[in-house]
Antibody, heavy 121, light 106 residues
Framework: EVQLVQSGAEVKKPGESLRISCEGSGYRFTSYWINWVRQVSGKGLEWIGRIDPSDSYAHYSPSFQGRVTISTDKSSNTAYLQWNSLKASDTAIYYC??????????????WGQGTVVTVSS | EIVMTQSPATLSVSPGERATLSCRASQSVSGNLAWYQQKPGQAPRLLIYGASTRATGIPARFSGSGSGTEFTLTISSLQSEDFAVYYCQQYNDPSSFGQGTKLEIK
């Protein structure tokens, strides 16, 4: 079974750093880009960016460029989303998602369960 | 950045009736358009890709149409499990979502 399993909920203070993870299984991890999507409570979906696990090339939405870093570890089939200095406005659910074809751009047919990130002083 | 606009924000429909949801792109996305369903506490679920192709396991009552900048998701006969929030997504350049349409029971 193809799955993306994300790390657990996090509670952090403003200014702290954080890295959340997304582990892929049931498929060849390096063949499919991994995307990250944000959902603020009660709001819509926002595309953050994507990474090619085969060479770690990452592409970001202009809205998130410079605010987050996407990376991967091929040896553990894991993708990461990282912040160096969290803000309260980063409070949201973060999903990783895999496209249905091994192309840079396609619809997302496999989603992680989501990681809740809460940033509060 | 391509902006996706969905309408209406909320749609009230009775079970058994037809629902029509719209999505407009600020510039052409060709046929690179997907629709997702999201229920409370769950991740989004892919319904339609390529503007009109149903994803695996999606019932035939869901259909998509359109190309370029105008797209439609139609649910032909609403079942109780269809009441949810629906999002469109363009994956042409590179990716962005609409703000969602909440489909509620009338």
């Amino acid at each position: 079974e193809v799955q993306l399993v994300q790390s657990g909920a996090e509670v952090k203070k403003p200014g702290e750093s954080l890295r959340i993870s997304c582990e892929g299984s049931g498929y060849r991890f390096t063949s499919y880009w991994i995307n990250w999507v944000r959902q603020v409570s009660g709001k819509g979906l926002e595309w953050i960016g994507r990474i090619d696990p085969s060479d770690s090339y990452a592409h970001y939405s202009p809205s998130f460029q410079g605010r987050v870093t996407i990376s991967t570890d091929k040896s553990s089939n894991t993708a990461y989303l990282q912040w160096n200095s969290l803000k309260a406005s980063d409070t949201a659910i973060y999903y990783c998602a895999r496209p249905r074809q091994s192309l840079p751009l396609h619809a997302f047919d496999v989603w992680g369960q989501g990681t809740v990130v809460t940033v509060s002083s | 950045e391509i902006v996706m606009t969905q309408s209406p924000a909320t749609l009230s429909v009775s079970p058994g009736e037809r629902a029509t949801l719209s999505c407009r792109a600020s510039q052409s996305v060709s046929g690179n358009l997907a629709w997702y369903q999201q229920k409370p506490g769950q991740a989004p679920r892919l319904l339609i890709y390529g503007a009109s192709t149903r994803a695996t396991g999606i019932p035939a009552r869901f259909s998509g149409s359109g190309s370029g900048t105008e797209f439609t998701l139609t649910i032909s006969s609403l079942q109780s499990e269809d009441f949810a929030v629906y999002y469109c997504q363009q994956y042409n350049d590179p990716s962005s979502f609409g703000q969602g349409t909440k489909l509620e029971i009338k």
